[in-house]
């Protein structure tokens, strides 16, 4: 990674945007799905997991807002600072140290306010999209999760978490860096860092999971990756697999496969 002369102000901006589906039989299963989204990732559920996203790439976390919607959904913002500090924070601690005894305290809480106003950009939020209105059964569930960072941390570290975290059947990333910052020559740089592919920064053990599609742009620092499910259980999509006709379980999950490769623009 580029040495940068004081405060890094490029801005790394994470678009995680996750696709779920299943099967609803009837009215009945429709409700249960929906009760059990509304359970799993309700905004107490979806805080937690923003929580620990910030916990990854080391950053700390100073307010979270959230709420539950009705009659479904859920959305949550979390601002969050830079907590392992960059080059700028340090000196901004060091001045304020060295100037405690020559300056009076206002002029220090100002040089340390300047700071944190800096570092308090950095922020994750999250909506949910619930959707059990298609007439074939197949329903579906959408979190859009945006992770805007600057100074040292990066959003990319989340990516293994956050396939974890929900059940991802297409998964579409945008990562783009804005801004400029200066190296050590004072010389102005648009990218601190190195990146061909968001696929870089997954694990193995989830990518053999997918099929991926790159849309690349890097003269642009623009990066897209979609990820597709390559195999479906079946017994993941039905609330009561068991009871289901081979029938009737061929033709749903033939329609769960057309549904994720629309989305994916795979066909």
């Known amino acids: ?36 989204i509304d359970e799993r990732y309700s905004a107490r ?59 009076d305290k206002q002029a220090n809480l100002m040089a340390q306010s300047t700071v944190s106003i800096h570092l308090d950009k950095s922020h994750i939020c999250a909506h949910t999209y619930p959707d059990s209105l298609d007439p074939s059964g197949i329903c579906s569930f959408r979190v859009d999760i945006d992770i805007a960072t600057c100074g040292s941390i990066s959003p990319l570290y989340a990516l293994d978490f956050m396939f974890k975290a929900f059940e991802t059947d297409v998964v579409c990333v945008d990562y783009v860096v804005r801004g400029f910052a200066r190296n050590k020559k004072n010389e102005k740089i648009y990218m601190d860092h190195e990146i061909e592919s968001i696929t870089q920064f997954v694990s193995p053990f989830i990518l053999r999971e997918y099929d991926t599609i790159d849309k690349n742009s890097p003269e642009h620092h623009t990066y897209q990756t979609m990820f597709c ?13 068991r009871t289901v006709p081979p029938h009737i379980a061929s033709e749903k999950m033939a329609l769960i496969r057309k549904e994720i490769d629309s989305v994916a623009r795979l066909k």
Do not use: H, W
């Open 1 to 36: 990674m580029t040495e940068i002369l004081g405060f890094n102000n490029l801005t790394k901006a994470l678009s995680f945007n996750l696709y779920d589906f299943a099967v609803a039989l009837n009215d009945e299963e429709r409700a249960s799905y929906i009760r059990y």
């Open 229 to 241: 499910r390559k195999e479906l259980d079946e017994s993941c999509y039905f609330r009561n697999p």
């Open 45 to 103: 559920q979806i805080e937690s997991q923003l929580i620990r996203i910030a916990e990854i790439i080391d950053a700390e976390v100073l307010n979270v807002s959230s709420k539950d919607f009705d009659p479904y959904g859920a959305s949550v913002i979390l601002l969050m600072s830079d907590l392992k500090g960059d080059q700028a924070t340090q000196q901004s601690n060091m001045i304020s140290q060295s100037t405690y005894n020559i300056v």
